[in-house]
């Protein structure tokens, strides 16, 4: 009864290699959120989906594309992997976007990129 | 825009003995606060929230922070450390962060290590 999860839990890769990752969330939210985590801990959000569409899209390169095909999943597509794209992804969710919905986060997928 | 600042990047204490973390942010409205902890290998929990009302908020496992306005902290306490409050602790600062959707902005994380 995972509230959040992930797939993969961990990625290893070339460079230059597209890969996707996976985020549901069971908890009937209808926003969902992609963040990056880097090798020093900071964590920065990335992308923000309320009921399937794109309110926040903060200065990514456009090799990331987040996709949801519905409220209870946002996946992660990245293309032509760069060595700096290691890191760990954290997909979350709230009940709305709004500032009084907490946010539950997965466990996290580290991607490493050779 | 709005920032956070945590001014210890790593911690450590006794088991038993009491703790803060600091946590000063930077936003020009009303800020909304968060603690949350990071477990090795794990996803972020939330330990604690500020929106409004009394400054001094109880979280779970024990935690508490107390938000000062005048000096836009948002300290994380607890009296006595257990070796399983051994984590990565990250203060948050929830706004529209210069857009027109709210949004979290972390800091850099406090790494706290507790020895027996």
């Known amino acids: 009864d995972t509230a959040v999860s992930q797939t993969p839990k961990y990625l290893v890769t070339q460079m230059g290699n597209d890969k996707s990752i996976k985020c549901e969330q069971n908890l009937g939210h209808d926003t969902m959120y992609w963040y990056k985590q880097d090798s020093k801990k900071f964590l920065k959000i990335m992308f923000s989906y309320n009921n399937k569409e794109l309110i926040i899209n903060e200065t990514v390169p456009n090799r990331f594309s987040p996709k949801s095909p519905d409220k209870a999943h946002l996946n992660l597509h990245i293309n032509s992997l760069e060595l700096g794209d290691s890191a760990v992804y954290f997909c979350?969710?709230?009940?709305?976007?709004?500032?009084?919905?907490?946010?539950?986060f997965g466990p996290g997928t580290r991607l490493t990129v050779l | 825009a709005q920032s956070v600042t945590q001014p210890d990047i790593h911690i450590t204490v006794s088991e038993g003995a009491s703790l803060e973390l600091r946590c000063n942010y930077s936003?020009?409205?009303?800020?909304?606060l968060f603690w949350y902890v990071q477990s090795p290998g794990q996803g972020l929990q939330l330990l604690l929230k500020y929106f409004s009302g009394d400054t001094l908020v109880q979280g779970i496992k024990g935690f508490e922070a107390e938000f000062k306005r005048s000096q836009s902290s948002f300290n994380l306490r607890k009296p006595s450390v257990h070796w399983s409050d051994a984590a990565e602790y990250f203060c948050a600062v929830g706004g529209l962060g210069g857009g027109s959707n709210y949004k979290l902005t972390f800091g850099k994380g406090t790494l706290l290590t507790v020895n027996p």
């Open positions: 936003y020009g409205a009303t800020p909304y």
């Open positions: 979350a969710s709230s009940q709305g976007p709004g500032q009084y919905n907490e946010q539950f």
